[in-house]
Structure formats: C-alpha cells, structure tokens
C-alpha cells in the first residue's frame, strides 16, 4: 500500500501541529525543504495560504484531506504536495503541517485550535528581507506587487518580530523556536541539536549528510552582497523596530545557551510521563 493509500485517520494518529512562519523572504521556503528531508516531518506549502487561521484545525492535515484542494484554499500546486505526501509513511510521523510565512499574524490562534503545536519563525537581517521585496517589484516578469517594494518589505519584517515577541512572552511554555537565516542556512548541521530537542526527533546521519550538501550549494548560490543605497540605508534606520530586533537577538541567544533547550527537554519528560500513566491505566 502506497502512502496515499492509507486512510485519513491513520495520518492523524501519534502526529503534532508544525507551522513555520517569518516575514516573507524571509527563507521560510529553503528551511521546509531541510525539514521535509525528515522522514518523521511533513509541513506543506502554504496549503491553507487563504483558510482563514480560525478554521485552520488538525483535521486539515490528514492525507486525504491535504490532497482535497478547494477553491480559494490557496494558489499552490496540488501535484507538488501529491510529490511531497508520496515520501512520507504516516504511520512514522511526528509532525504535520504546513509553512506560511505570515502565520506570524495569528500565532495564538493557531495554537489555540492545534492542541501541542508548535512554531518555528525565522529570522533574516532587515536589510536582506527589504532588499529581496525591491528585487522581485523592480522585475517586470515577476508577479510580484510593485507596491511590495523595499519600504513594504522593512514593515512585514517588524510585524513579524513583533508578532512573534508578544507570543512569545504571553506564554510559559516555549512551543515557539527562531531560526536564525545565516546560520541555519550557512551551516545547517550546527542548528541539528536544537532543532531535536524542539521536536523530539533525531537527525541521522543521512539528514545530516543532505542538509550539508543542501547548505554548500546555499553557500555557492548566493548573491555578492553589496551595499545598500543611502536612501534604503536611511528607511531602515527611520523604520527599523530596533527594540523588537534587539528582543530577538537576544532570544537567539538564550535558545543558544540551553535556557530554552532545558524547558523543552522537561516538558518532553512530562509529556512521556503522562502518555505512559495513560497507557498504562488503559491495561
């Protein structure tokens, strides 16, 4: 039986909520590809780009209905998520979910309707982001908004610090991780440790060894930097939220320095804890 084949209840056993979120280029995209490298993680591609966050429950993320696409759900492929499904053994998953880069909006929301779910928002320098909005407006090919420009691109990236520190610190519990751009991307293999106390999973070797060849050619493929004019230097340092970049700095740093490693490895204890009180309550 093909993965396809299996039923939409048997997807939704054992699996938890994964979103991933950021401002838009902000490299949500690079960073599913790796996960998705996972066999125990599936996070879609802006599936549910137009559901609106209060419909957005776990029953969207069975097979069967991942691959049910309706009007007005998104403007993505269905053969691209058919490919992506076609990989995965539901009975193996862990997590299930999909990436949207301003999910950042709605964080408590969708951590309300998705019992146990957990974020992973990325972090990517300002000037990057605003550069990357200036670059796709200014190119007539692209189907990108000319109005999405470099001023735009400073706005979206201080909603999503913003957004994101104000979930962040209305909660005990640390179901949100930061990624941040360079180093993920840079050297992947560095982030592996924090990344699996987040999700509870371990990366083997050959994660390992196609998260590297993935960051090489991440590394041979990126752009010169140059930089920025005077006129964008200036809209950053007027329209920059310097406190909200100096909050996630800093909380980088506490996720680097085991602060938020020790939470999680607590609660993943608890969590094994309960599951084997029910389990064993249950013979």
Same mark, same amino acid.
């Given at each position: 039986m093909?993965?396809?084949e299996?039923?939409?209840q048997?997807?939704a056993?054992?699996?938890? /909520?994964l979103?991933?979120?950021?401002s *838009?280029? =902000?490299?949500?995209?690079?960073?599913?590809?790796?996960?998705?490298?996972h066999r125990?993680?599936?996070i879609?591609?802006?599936?549910? @780009? &137009?559901?609106? /966050?209060r419909?957005?429950? *776990?029953?969207?993320?069975?097979? +069967?209905?991942?691959l049910?696409?309706?009007?007005?759900e998104t403007n993505? =492929?269905?053969?691209?998520?058919? #490919?992506?499904? +076609?990989?995965k053994?539901?009975g193996?998953? #862990?997590?299930?979910?999909d990436? &949207? *880069?301003q999910? &950042? @909006?709605?964080? /408590?929301?969708?951590?309300r309707? !998705?019992?146990g779910?957990?974020?992973?928002?990325l972090? $990517?320098?300002? +000037?990057?982001?605003?550069e990357?909005?200036?670059?796709r407006?200014? !190119?007539? @090919?692209?189907?990108?908004p000319? #109005?999405?420009?470099?001023?735009?691109?400073?706005?979206?990236?201080?909603?999503?610090?913003?957004?994101?520190?104000?979930?962040?610190e =209305?909660?005990?519990d640390p179901r949100?991780?930061?990624v941040?751009?360079?180093?993920?991307?840079?050297?992947?293999?560095s982030?592996?440790?924090l990344?699996?106390s987040?999700?509870?999973?371990?990366?083997?070797?050959?994660?390992?060894s196609?998260w590297?060849k993935?960051?090489?050619?991440?590394a041979e493929g990126r752009r010169? #930097?140059?930089?920025?004019?005077p006129?964008?230097?200036?809209?950053?340092?007027?329209? @920059?939220?310097?406190?909200?970049?100096?909050?996630?700095?800093?909380?980088?740093?506490?996720?680097?320095?085991?602060?938020?490693?020790? $939470?999680?490895?607590?609660l993943?204890?608890?969590? $094994?804890l309960?599951?084997s $009180?029910?389990t064993?309550?249950?013979?």
């Open positions: 093909s993965s396809l299996h039923t939409a048997d997807v056993v054992g699996a938890r /909520p979103f991933v979120a950021g *838009p280029r =902000s490299g949500t995209t690079g960073l599913v590809s790796y996960l998705n490298r125990e993680i599936l879609c591609r802006e599936r549910y @780009k &137009y559901v609106s /966050p419909g957005i429950t *776990p029953e969207l993320f069975t097979f +069967e209905r991942i049910d696409f309706r009007d007005g993505q =492929s269905r053969d691209a998520h058919v #490919k992506l499904l +076609e990989r053994d539901p193996t998953l #862990k997590w299930v979910g990436k &949207y *880069p999910y &950042y @909006k709605n964080l /408590p929301t969708l951590a309707n !998705n019992r779910a957990r974020f992973i928002v972090y $990517r320098p300002v +000037e990057e982001v605003a990357s909005f200036e670059a407006a200014s !190119n007539p @090919k692209d189907r990108w000319q #109005k999405n420009g470099f001023e735009a691109g400073i706005r979206l990236w201080n909603a999503s610090l913003q957004h994101t520190r104000s979930f962040v =209305s909660r005990s949100l991780l930061i941040d751009y360079h180093r993920f991307f840079g050297a992947s293999d982030f592996i440790p990344l699996s987040f999700l509870d999973v371990d990366f083997d070797d050959q994660v390992r196609a590297a993935m960051s090489s050619r991440f010169t #930097k140059v930089p920025i004019s006129g964008h230097e200036r809209l950053v340092r007027e329209l @920059k939220d310097h406190e909200a970049e100096a909050w996630t700095l800093d909380h980088l740093e506490s996720q680097d320095d085991g602060r938020v490693v020790s $939470r999680l490895s607590a993943a204890r608890a969590r $094994r309960v599951s $009180r029910v064993l309550g249950r013979r």
